[in-house]
């Protein structure tokens, strides 16, 4: 086995294995105990860029970091190498989870990234669908100055904050402040707040249910056919020949 697949084994061995349901129970938890969390949802794209990128490597590999299997092809690649894993955890699921809870406990949130459009959307949807959650602040993710949002956030300190900007600039950001925190569950949600504020719709469930998100998703935008060539396809062609 060489190199490359032994770093992403390397990985994929800290994801946790066990069903949505589970993770669902472990962050309540967190909650409830005021943990301080860093989820990281690994895709092809993150594990691949991990491998030009030593920031992101050790990332992965930090004890504090929890990683969930976002995406089907994460779960291939964990069964390929007979890593024990039960089932994909999607990111906005996650996401909507942590706004459930966060009403549910009243809690408080921050969040930051996606478009002022898309950002206003949310809040209201909020408002309206949890209005036991409190949101501290907000900030689009378009703003010059990310890292003063971060400053803003950490004078805040919130039971959750989620960052929408991307893989992995919102990873890595959130990693950089992660020590200015002694609670809170940190997450980069990436495009979940275009999908739950309503502005971009999630797969209909046939697609959801044959594992063919990635496939709406290039329908429904062809751009994504390329990165999704370069990540996703490059790396379950290098997990089955573990190149
Ligand atoms: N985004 C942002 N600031 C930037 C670049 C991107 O807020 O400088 C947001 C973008 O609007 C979108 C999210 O980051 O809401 C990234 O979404 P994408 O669909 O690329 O993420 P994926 O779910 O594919 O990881």
């Known amino acids: 086995m060489y190199v490359g697949v032994i770093a992403l084994k390397q ?73 024990p894993i039960t089932e994909k955890i999607a990111g906005v699921e996650i996401a909507e989870f942590l706004l459930k809870e966060a009403d549910n406990q009243n809690k408080s949130l921050y969040l930051f990234g996606a478009s002022n459009e898309v950002i206003e959307l949310l809040v209201k949807k909020i408002a309206v669908c949890y209005p036991n959650a409190k949101l501290l602040g907000y900030s689009n993710g378009y703003v010059q100055d990310k890292e ?34 002694e609670k809170g569950v940190f997450i980069g949600v990436g495009g979940s707040f275009d999908v739950i504020s309503g502005a971009k719709s999630r797969a209909p469930q046939f697609f959801l249910k044959h594992n063919l998100e990635w496939l709406y998703r290039i329908m429904k935008e062809p751009k994504r056919l390329k990165r999704f060539y370069d990540n996703n396809i490059k790396f379950l062609f290098k997990i089955k020949n573990k190149d």
């Open 11 to 83: 990985y994929l061995k800290k994801i946790y294995g066990g069903s949505q349901e589970e993770y669902y129970s472990v962050l309540k938890k967190d909650l409830i105990c005021g943990t301080r969390k860093f989820i990281i949802t690994v895709n092809p794209e993150i594990l691949i860029m991990s491998e030009k990128d030593n920031q992101i490597s050790t990332m992965l590999l930090d004890q504090n970091a929890s990683l969930i299997p976002d995406g089907i092809a994460v779960v291939k690649a964990c069964k390929t190498l007979n890593i």
């Open 148 to 181: 003063k949002v971060f400053d803003e956030i950490a004078s805040l300190s919130p039971d959750i904050c989620m960052v929408a900007l991307g893989v992995p600039t919102q990873e890595k950001l959130i990693y950089k402040h992660l020590d200015r925190f």
